[in-house]
């Protein structure tokens, strides 16, 4: 069965420093997420993206964060300079079409910063 | 904007019985559909099964079946003959239909233990 893979699967990172999260998607699939759960807490959305623009971000998606298809499978989520408060598991996910459509979880990456 | 509650932080069942896990939501959508996932201590979310608002029938994967009551904005997952397998947490999650891309509102979730 096809899936969303990401790597890595787990990062540690020093406070400041630029992370990058990458996600293949399911190949015929046209949207794609990020999530983000800290631990304890529940997975929250951080942002949609279709037609090589974002479509949908939440409030915690600020100007640090930023996303990319760079090319015809990988997504990638960047974040610029992390905090503390940006350890958490971050999911890349894809849907095959918009809205209604089932969203299927990559596996995560857990991200520490230091 | 919507909103979804799961009630019982955490949940036991023996195993072979059924449980059932709770979980309302507020909306002023009428179309929308409603998720459960499954996320195990590898802590991937795994799609349980789904349901689509306008469907009066209950959606059944296997041994996982749910209670959709639209009215009452209620949507409860059954877990029949339950398996040491199951246990893990498990979140609720809706979605609206058309408009927006529609991101997924989770609720906190639920943690289930699976005794043998």
């Known amino acids: 069965e096809p899936e969303v893979t990401q790597t890595p699967s787990h990062q540690v990172t020093q406070m400041g420093q630029e992370v990058i999260l990458r996600c293949v998607p399911i190949?015929?699939?046209?949207?794609f997420y990020w999530y983000r759960q800290i631990l304890g807490q529940k997975v929250e959305f951080l942002v949609s993206?279709?037609?090589?623009?974002?479509?949908?971000k939440s409030e915690i998606f600020d100007d640090q964060f930023s996303v990319e298809r760079p090319d015809g499978s990988n997504f990638t989520l960047k974040i610029r300079s992390t905090k503390l408060e940006d350890s958490a598991m971050y999911f890349c996910?894809?849907?095959?079409?918009?809205?209604?459509?089932?969203?299927?979880f990559g596996e995560g990456s857990w991200l520490t910063v230091v | 904007a919507q909103t979804v509650t799961q009630s019982q932080p955490e949940m036991s069942v023996q195993e072979a019985e059924t449980v059932t896990l709770s979980c309302t939501y507020d909306?002023?959508?009428?179309?929308?559909?409603l998720f459960w996932y499954k996320q195990p201590p590898s802590r991937q979310m795994i799609l349980v099964i789904r349901?689509?608002?306008?469907?009066?029938q209950n959606a059944t994967e296997n041994r996982f079946s749910v209670n959709f009551q639209k009215a009452a904005k209620s949507f409860s997952l059954k877990i029949s003959d339950s398996q040491l397998g199951d246990a893990a947490m498990y979140f609720c999650?809706?979605?609206?239909?058309?408009?927006?891309?529609?991101?997924?509102?989770f609720g906190k979730g639920t943690k289930l233990s699976v005794k043998p």
């Open positions: 993206f279709y037609n090589n623009e974002i479509s949908e």
């Open positions: 349901q689509e608002a306008y469907k009066q």
């Open positions: 190949s015929n699939h046209l949207y």
């Open positions: 996910a894809s849907s095959l079409k918009g809205s209604g459509n089932t969203i299927y």
């Open positions: 999650a809706y979605r609206n239909y058309g408009g927006s891309q529609g991101n997924l509102i």
């Open positions: 909306t002023s959508e009428s179309d929308y559909y």
